[in-house]
């Protein structure tokens, strides 16, 4: 099939690509942190104060921007002071939100911040806003971000004298079901009492705080919430992962047909119309657009891997996935004016990760490889742009630091797809052509075969003056970056 895409009256457009839309979400589940990231400072895994040195080294080729922790469903289960001080002190508690295991608050709060130092990201905490207190919260907050008084007496003790840099805070999770069950004026009235507590510590910038935004399409949640409490938070979140049936059903990550391949794809790209539709209500009461939108949980949801725990959350991560990915992340582009942060379950072994582990053994995923390729957006300046012929390809194009980045998705896993674009000044050399692509839809690596899927060098493209085409094969992703001239 044939595609023309034209930038629009040739003008690229003032909307920047937030970096945050290319965060993380470590939640304490299944192995996500305890043997995926955290291994303890013993560990006969190589690791750097106990945090594993192999998934680092492959996540910060990611130039991750932000990591959410400790939950998820979690966090409204999490007492800060239970995880920090001595190991051997640590108060092992049952992890009631997945599986019942004993979770012995190894990994906590100094381990936390020293994961985003190893990464080079910001923090972004959820509070416990369910099980938890107003002081639980105030008392966290200065033992992460106070100079002095008794918490910064604490943290010091504990070794860590200076206070770390926290940027966003969640005030609750999904506090409509998990998360509480509150109704939307309870939790609006609840939120505005909670944050009238975070404060703003000497040296460090105002909290960017998140409020309980809704589940997939809970219209009224939005409205109630924004009605009642929008004047007192920055960012408002939305969870929707993608199914290839009811919630109940959840299909195999592997063992999948066409069917199941259009369903997911379908249920994915509702996020559109979710995005969309809650940003009206939102504007209704924010014309000015103070409150972002943060889509802090997305992702495939698919049934357990065979063998697992089903509680884990571990799924396997195929071509599938990698075309779910981009399509995603292409659509959050698309709302660049809108979503400010989006953060995609889980970094590693739970949902659709970047990495799975299996003990010593670690394999990187194709999904991680789609966000190798799309880092290039990060702080880009959008271009808008029209295309004669939309599904099934969809697409980001930007502009950063000179060139011009594109990055374009077939999703249709039959036929590959011509695409030309048409831009404003014509191109020059070309300094990224990478793609990812699969003939199979299930590809995916496995720790004996790390290398089905990873990304290769792209000459399927020609370049005239200010036109690009592309050939792309039938379920592929490429990214391509050209100087402009
Ligand atoms: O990401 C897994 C879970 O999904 C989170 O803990 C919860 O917030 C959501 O329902």
Not at 96 to 102: D, H, L, R
Not at 305 to 327: I, S, W, Y
Request: proline share 3%.
């Amino acid at each position: 099939m044939e595609h023309n895409i034209n930038v629009i009256n040739n003008e690229e457009s003032n909307v920047v690509i937030s970096k945050y839309i290319q965060g993380q979400f470590a939640e304490h589940l299944g192995t996500g942190i305890y043997g995926g990231v955290w291994v303890g400072k013993n560990s006969e895994i190589p690791n750097k104060n106990g945090i594993r040195s192999d998934v680092i080294q492959s996540l910060k080729k990611l130039n991750i921007p932000v990591l959410r922790w400790p939950g998820g469903f979690f966090a409204d289960n999490y007492h800060w002071q239970e995880g920090v001080g001595s190991y051997d002190k640590r108060r092992k508690i049952i992890n009631s939100s997945w599986g019942g295991t004993v979770e012995d608050n190894s990994f906590g709060t100094h381990e936390f911040f020293e994961l985003c130092k190893q990464l080079d990201c910001e923090a972004y905490i959820n509070i416990n806003f369910s099980s938890g207190t107003i002081q639980e919260m105030t008392d966290w907050l200065e033992y992460m971000l106070s100079s002095k008084g008794s918490m910064a007496e604490l943290r010091e003790k504990n070794g860590h004298p200076d206070p770390w840099k926290l940027k966003f805070l969640g005030i609750g999770n999904e506090s409509w079901g998990g998360g509480g069950n509150m109704r939307p004026e309870y939790y609006s009235d609840r939120y505005r009492l909670w944050q009238s507590f975070v404060r703003k510590y000497d040296n460090q910038p105002e909290l960017y705080k998140i409020g309980v935004g809704p589940n997939i399409d809970d219209f009224n949640w939005t409205d109630v919430v924004m009605k009642n409490a929008h004047q007192f938070m920055n960012g408002l979140s939305l969870h929707h992962y993608g199914l290839t049936d009811v919630w109940n059903n959840k299909g195999d990550s592997v063992d999948f047909d066409e069917k199941e391949w259009n369903s997911l794809l379908y249920s994915i790209k509702k996020m559109d119309y979710f995005i969309e539709e809650h940003s009206k209500r939102m504007e209704q009461y924010d014309q000015n657009h103070h409150v972002d939108m943060i889509v802090d949980e997305w992702g495939d949801w698919l049934g357990p891997e065979k063998g697992t725990n089903p509680a884990f959350l571990r799924q396997q991560n195929t071509m599938r996935d990698a075309v779910m990915a981009a399509t995603t992340l292409n659509i959050f582009a698309k709302h660049a004016d809108k979503v400010y942060m989006a953060n995609i379950a889980q970094m590693v072994n739970v949902l659709q990760a970047m990495i799975l582990t299996d003990g010593p053994k670690m394999v990187l995923t194709p999904t991680y490889y789609v966000f190798d390729m799309y880092q290039r957006h990060q702080g880009a300046t959008r271009i808008d742009a029209y295309s004669d012929n939309g599904d099934p390809v969809n697409y980001t194009i930007s502009k950063k630091d000179g060139n011009y980045i594109v990055s374009i998705c077939n999703t249709d896993y039959q036929q590959s797809q011509n695409v030309t674009i048409t831009f404003a000044n014509s191109l020059g050399n070309v300094n990224y052509n990478k793609d990812l692509h699969s003939r199979k839809m299930n590809a995916h690596n496995t720790f004996d075969d790390n290398k089905v899927l990873s990304l290769t060098n792209f000459e399927n493209y020609k370049v005239m003056d200010n036109k690009l085409s592309v050939n792309l094969d039938r379920m592929s992703i490429v990214t391509l970056s050209f100087e402009i001239k």
